[in-house]
């Protein structure tokens, strides 16, 4: 809509230019000769083209003010303040305002006279200067009025982009605190079906156990599926509610179905954000256990020292057939993600005889 109505009024500010030349040319003067019609003329249907052949137009209207003897020069100024608005180039502005005041100045020498010099000179030069100072004005109007409408679409597209970014965190947030709190209750379960169905004797309890197993490896199977879709959109964000913290990690470890020793030393709160990172950290280390070390020994160590928290979480190698528990290694990559977050690091290792280590290290600011 904004597009056709620029065209409008282009059109209709082009007829009036057209009129206003004829009305210059035919009418002021009462006298005409078959010259001046034709110049005339020339001049202003021309100007119906000043938009797409700015350049040419202003030298069609050239000859009507340098050899007509109506002194038709409505024509070229108007062409002259086109050319100034639609043409680029500097210099070619610059020519056709010299070839105006050459026209004038022709004029000039053959229908009038130079006496008084000056003041003859200065009025040459108006004519030159004002159309293109005006079409120079009018085109800087214009050129800033886009931009600004520009620099509206570019806020709009930045606020978009920003409601984007927060939705992304948001997926970021809930595919770890998933991962996290999910797959380690579902892991848990599997386990302890596969260990029940190993266990009994009871052929009812073996098939229910082996279902159990069955929909909690497909359970995290899907979890797995749905975490890598959600972790596909990026972004970070502090974890939700309900925050579990270091005063968690005893029941954590006796929940878990392994033998684990627990070791904290901590003797004062820390922050919110270390103690659920801490907690996060012994959390994964226990699933990478179930997953990959069942039966395994486990020694789980939280010490504080010089404002630096250290976590490991070491286990001996397997002693039970490994389950086939499905694994995206988001763990590993979420806990190095909230330690970089921290400004802390994180390393593993193999250890002697099949075994694993995970350390942490966050600093306390």
């Not at 109505?5 to 004829?22: E, G, N, P, W, Y």
């Not at 679409?153 to 606020?159: A, L, N, P």
């Not at 009812?204 to 199977?221: C, F, Q």
Request: aromatic share 6%; net charge neutral; charged share 20%.
């Amino acid at each position: 809509m904004g597009d056709a109505r620029k065209r409008r009024r282009s059109l209709v500010l082009t007829l009036a230019f057209v009129c206003i030349s004829l009305g210059d040319g035919l009418f002021a003067f009462q006298s005409q000769t078959r010259v001046d019609v034709g110049l005339t003329l020339l001049a202003s249907t021309a100007l119906l083209a000043r938009r797409r052949f700015p350049a040419l137009v202003f030298v069609l209207t050239l000859p009507g003010l340098a050899f007509g003897t109506t002194y038709a020069y409505v024509a070229t100024l108007l062409a002259l303040g086109s050319a100034a608005y639609f043409v680029d180039r500097r210099w070619v502005i610059f020519a056709c305002g010299g070839a105006t005041f050459g026209a004038n100045m022709t004029w000039i020498s053959l229908y009038g006279s130079f006496s008084p010099i000056v003041p003859t000179m200065l009025t040459g030069a108006v004519y030159m200067a004002a159309p293109i100072a005006l079409g120079v004005l009018i085109k800087t109007r214009q050129t800033l009025t886009d931009q600004l409408v520009e620099l509206e679409r570019v806020r709009d597209r930045d606020q978009l982009a920003r409601a984007e970014l927060v939705l992304s965190t948001e997926r970021a947030r809930l595919a770890r605190e998933m991962h996290d709190v999910v797959s380690h209750q579902v892991s848990l379960i599997a386990v302890q079906a596969g260990a029940l169905m190993v266990s009994t004797s009871n052929p009812e309890v073996k098939e229910a156990s082996r279902s159990i197993r069955t929909l909690a490896v497909r359970t995290l199977d899907e979890l797995r599926q749905m975490v890598s879709v959600l972790r596909a959109s990026g972004g970070d964000a502090q974890g939700i509610d309900p925050q579990p913290a270091i005063g968690d990690l005893s029941a954590l470890v006796a929940g878990s179905g392994l033998d684990v020793t627990l070791t904290v030393h901590v003797a004062s709160p820390l922050p919110a954000t270390i103690e659920r990172a801490v907690y996060r950290t012994v959390q994964e280390g226990l699933t990478n256990v179930l997953k990959h070390a069942p039966g395994s020994t486990v020694l789980v160590s939280v010490e504080l020292d010089d404002k630096i928290v250290s976590i490991e979480v070491s286990n001996t190698g397997a002693t039970e057939p490994l389950l086939d528990l499905p694994s995206a290694r988001h763990g590993l990559v979420g806990l190095a993600e909230r330690a970089e977050l921290l400004s802390g690091h994180i390393t593993t290792a193999r250890t002697g005889h099949d075994g694993f280590k995970l350390s942490v290290m966050l600093p306390i600011d």
